[in-house]
C-alpha cells in the first residue's frame, strides 16, 4: 500500500560558488546572473521550484552575491519609471521576479563544498523532507522533473535523487549511482553513490544532475562527514550513507529524467542553451532562426 509523507514545501538553491569557469564576467558579477536569452539563470531555477509547490526558497550564497538578493527584491524607482513610461509590458517582467516566491537568504561563510552549502540550510529547514535545486541545471518547464521528484518522495519517503543516462565514457563527469528497478519505469532504488568515478570503477552510466528531494536526516550525516574529493564535503559522500542504511532517513530512489536539460555551469553548453532556449521562443524564434539557417549555410 502506498504510503503518504509530509507535504514538501521549501526547496534550498546553493548559490555561493566563484564562477571560475566564466572568468572575467564572473568578477564582480554572479555567475547566476548570467542571462540565458533575457533572464538570468538564478530565475529559471526559482521558476521551476514554484511551479512543484515550493514556494518558501532559501538561497545559500556568498560574497559579492548581492545582486541575486537586489534581483528578487523590488526595484521601485524602475517600476515608477516603467509606469510612467505605460511600458506596462516590462513592468510586468520586472514585478515578475519580485513576487515568485518567498525568499530568503543565509551565506555558505567557509566554500566547503556542496555539502556544506546543504548544511547551512538546515535552521531553516527544520525537520521536514526539502528540494535541493542546482542552479547549473535548467530543466525544460515541458519536463516538469522536479514535481515528479516530489511526488515519489510522498509516495515513498526518504531521498529522492535525479539521474540521467550519459555516455559510459562521460560518468567520470558527474556522481553516479549503482542502481535497481522498482515497479516504477522512470524510478530505481539506489543502493551505492559514487562522485567523479573511473569509468573502469563506475556502478552504471546513471549520472547524478543538480535535483535532490532530501529527507532531513541528511543534516545529522552531513555534520558527521570528512571532507572528500577535492577537500569539499561532498553531498554525494553523506548520501552514500543513506543509500547503505535505510534505517538513518528512510530509503535513496532515483528519478530517471530523459526530458531537456540545459547545463549553464560549461561556457559551451551555456551557448547551446541559449541558442536552443532562443530559437523555442515565439517572440524571437523565427527571425532568429531564419538568421541560425544563413549564418550556418554562410559562414561554416
Known sequence: MTQSHPRISKAVIPAAG????FLP???ATPKEMLPVVDKPAIQYVVEEAVAAGLDDVLMV???NKRPLEDHFDRNY???SALQKKGDAGRLAKVQESSDLA?????????PKGLGHAVLCAAPHVGEEPFAVLLGDDLIDPRDPLLQRMVEVQEQRGGSVIALMEVAPEQIH???????ETTEDSDVVRISGLV???????APSNYAIIGRYVLDPHIFGILRRTEPGRGGEIQLTDALQQLAEDEKIGGPVHGVVFK???YDTGDRGDYLRAIVRLACEREDLGPDFRTWLRSYVAEEM
Request: proline share 5%; glycine share 12%.
Open 18 to 21: 566563484l564562477g571560475t569557469r
Open 259 to 261: 526530458g531537456r536539460r
Open 77 to 79: 524607482e524602475l517600476e
Open 102 to 110: 518567498t525568499m530568503h537568504y543565509v551565506r555558505q561563510g567557509d
Open 61 to 63: 550564497t556568498g560574497r
Open 195 to 201: 562522485e567523479k568515478p573511473d569509468p573502469a570503477d
Open 25 to 27: 564576467a564572473t568578477k
Open 173 to 179: 563527469l558527474y556522481g553516479c549511482a549503482a542502481v
